[in-house]
């Protein structure tokens, strides 16, 4: 029999929706709340200490799981305005989040092409060009031509082949977050 992953020790499963539930006990709402954001409750910044538990827990459960958040809270705290506002709050928080990771990456989408063009550009120069021989300074200008076009080209695999997959992994947790059930539970 294979052995438990770490995951499935740590956090509740649900059969029935096919989702891991990260838990998280509350002594109000505010306490998901950053202090210091003065803005009315549906725009309010989340706390980052509450933002890190989740966004953690959510990277230790694999990406073919949904996830559930549940918020325990004492029962004189219930509120139903203070519910809705705070789903709000994190919906707006997690929104932001997966749309700045849009334009990141689309900026990043920019980069790898203007790196595979300068590239393209700097190696076709430096092989057609030759250098000349009689001259220190343009076989230095020629050299620095043909490691410019590397160091271009290197970016460009980077990019492509690392930062995009990174990217593209943090935008699917933070998607995933945006979309993660939020359930209230008082005791």
């Not at 271009?152 to 979309?179: A, G, I, P, S």
Request: hydrophobic share 40%; aromatic share 18%.
């Amino acid at each position: 029999m294979r052995k438990k992953r770490y995951f499935q020790n740590l956090y509740k499963f649900e059969k029935e929706g096919n989702k891991y539930l990260i838990e998280v006990a509350l002594d109000d709402y505010d306490d998901v709340y950053d202090d210091w954001d003065p803005t009315p409750f549906k725009k309010r910044d989340i706390e980052d200490e509450f933002n890190d538990y989740i966004f953690n827990s959510s990277e230790d459960i694999p990406l073919n799981y949904e996830i559930g958040i549940v918020l325990y809270l004492p029962d004189e705290k219930k509120d139903e305005k203070k519910e809705a506002a705070l789903i709000s709050a994190y919906q707006n928080f997690y929104n932001y989040a997966v749309l700045r990771l849009c334009k990141v990456t689309s900026a990043l989408h920019r980069r790898i092409v203007s790196n595979l063009v300068l590239s393209g550009s700097f190696l076709s120069f430096g092989y057609f060009w030759g250098g000349t021989a009689g001259s220190i300074l343009l076989g230095v200008m020629h050299e620095g031509i043909i490691i410019g076009g590397w160091v271009f080209l290197w970016e460009f695999f980077t990019n492509f082949f690392m930062r995009r997959r990174e990217l593209h992994e943090e935008y699917k947790l933070y998607d995933r977050l945006f979309k993660a059930e939020i359930r209230f539970v008082y005791h």
